[in-house]
């Protein structure tokens, strides 16, 4: 397995020397994206601009390609690791071409004058995240969304070998959430780039990133795959949730339940239940669902959600619990049906379909 590219020795990191969180260890490798996520104020800025010198180290060491971050020349860091963080920067008079063309001072001469090439690297950097249009114009008078993508933009023509990112998708509508990341989702894999970056979206962090550092108290609380950190459970225990629940199957939220005896029964099933689920909750009516099996699409969320939830183990039959099921059904005012089709294992609630009807609910 590849060397850590970047790694982190018994580091301590704060503010006017105290350490705010402690014996921090983590590592990536070139090839790979690693995540900070953790409650708002829990301190993923704070180890962040540490890593890239921002903040001077209460203790510890910060190893970058076997060699101490701290030894190395500005020159020479700055040729392999490029930034993206949330402070606001306001140039005077610079188009947003000028300021994505800062990413080549590394490698330009005294007078920072840019040859023909660092002009086609620049040019290149702006087309990868579509910022090109955007060349012309000033850059204090573009939207903090187009801020981001002239940002990104310097930071790929500088041709890191790391970029560290600060909540790059704060200020991006999902379509540029989604370009944003799949371009370096892209960079890393066909340029071997490693990625520090810090994000608040769970589900995106879940889907984009190789490991996962969980940050709370002043303490790193897990260091792992997503695998291991997007469990329900610990989801719950890092944001100290108290209302609504997170789902690692889908990598979102669901609200809180509307308690109570149900007043409509869903039979769902196939993902067809989830939307109704929803509206129901957002009306204040308290519903039933079933009946599902728990390996169903619908599962998670009718889990989440209803305040009465009939299912059965997956793969067994569910005339289990059809007996149950027409008990609340008839006890409730209205029956949403979601499926369109019955098939032979689905018999049982179209056995609930049937009764619907027939008590013209």
Request: glycine share 8%; with cysteine; charged share 25%.
């Amino acid at each position: 397995m590849e060397q850590s590219y970047l790694s982190t020795e018994a580091l301590s990191v704060g503010y006017r020397g105290e350490a705010l969180i402690r014996d921090i260890s983590i590592s990536v490798r070139r090839g790979e994206i690693l995540t900070l996520i953790g409650p708002n104020g829990a301190g993923k800025s704070t180890i962040l601009k540490s890593l890239i010198r921002q903040l001077k180290l209460v203790s510890g060491v910060v190893v970058l390609d076997g060699k101490n971050l701290e030894e190395l020349s500005e020159r020479e860091l700055s040729t392999r690791l490029s930034v993206l963080m949330t402070d606001r920067i306001r140039p005077e008079l610079m188009t947003c071409e000028d300021v994505v063309a800062t990413g080549r001072y590394p490698y330009t001469g005294r007078l920072g004058i840019l040859s023909e090439h660092d002009r086609d690297v620049v040019r290149s950097a702006m087309e990868r995240v579509h910022a090109w249009e955007l060349r012309d114009r000033d850059f204090g008078e573009i939207s903090d969304g187009q801020r981001q993508r002239v940002l990104l933009a310097r930071a790929v023509c500088q041709e890191p070998e790391i970029i560290v990112l600060d909540e790059p998708t704060s200020f991006l509508d999902i379509r540029h959430k989604l370009e944003l990341l799949t371009l370096l989702k892209e960079m890393v894999q066909t340029e071997n780039l490693a990625v520090i970056l810090s994000l608040h979206e769970l589900d995106l962090a879940q889907r984009i990133s190789d490991r996962v550092v969980c940050v709370k108290g002043d303490r790193i609380a897990l260091f792992g795959t997503p695998e291991e950190v997007f469990r329900d459970s610990y989801i719950h225990e890092l944001y100290g949730m108290t209302n609504g629940s997170y789902q690692s199957a889908y990598g979102t939220v669901e609200l809180e339940r509307v308690c109570g005896e149900p007043q409509v029964f869903v039979i769902g099933g196939g993902g067809s239940g989830i939307p109704v689920y929803r509206e129901l909750q957002r009306r204040g009516i308290p519903f039933a669902a079933g009946i599902l099996p728990e390996n169903d699409l619908d599962y998670p969320a009718a889990k989440a959600l209803a305040a009465r939830l009939i299912s059965v183990p997956a793969f067994h039959p569910l005339e289990e619990a059809l007996e149950e099921a027409k008990d609340v059904l008839q006890s409730c005012k209205e029956v949403r049906c979601c499926v369109q089709s019955f098939g032979a294992q689905n018999e049982a609630n179209r056995i609930l379909q049937t009764l619907a009807t027939e008590k013209s609910k």
